[in-house]
Nanobody, 113 residues
Framework: QVQLVESGGGLVQPGGSLRLSCTASRSDFAINYMGWYRQAPGKERELVAQIFRSTGSTKYADSVKGRFTISRDSATNTVYLQMNSLKPEDTAVYYC??????WGQGTQVTVSS
């Protein structure tokens, strides 16, 4: 059973940047799919970005295209989410996902002036 630990959330002003990190407890060579999701108060959890290790292919929600970038580092078993030009509507708890079924504990991102 792999465990995921997220970090990097916080409070940022509109237009600012944050980088989220998610480290897996074991080698990610067996983890093809990893993704970042978010859940705002009163809303359903939604996919933000995903990446496949086998192909390197990525996919983004329309609302974050051009602003967010997902990447992974197999040497450290870590997946990153670089978030630029943040907007108040990006405020949510962000969750890391592996295999499509394993979740991290979440990290709060608040975009506010």
């Amino acid at each position: 059973q792999v465990q995921l630990v997220e970090s990097g959330g916080g409070l940022v002003q509109p237009g600012g940047s944050l980088r989220l990190s998610c480290t897996a407890s074991r080698s990610d060579f067996a983890i093809n799919y990893m993704g970042w999701y978010r859940q705002a108060p009163g809303k359903e959890r939604e996919l933000v970005a995903q990446i496949f290790r086998s192909t390197g292919s990525t996919k983004y929600a329309d609302s974050v295209k051009g602003r967010f970038t997902i990447s992974r580092d197999s040497a450290t078993n870590t997946v990153y989410l670089q978030m630029n030009s943040l907007k108040p509507e990006d405020t949510a708890v962000y969750y890391c996902n592996a295999f499509g079924t394993t979740w991290g504990q979440g990290t709060q991102v608040t975009v506010s002036s």
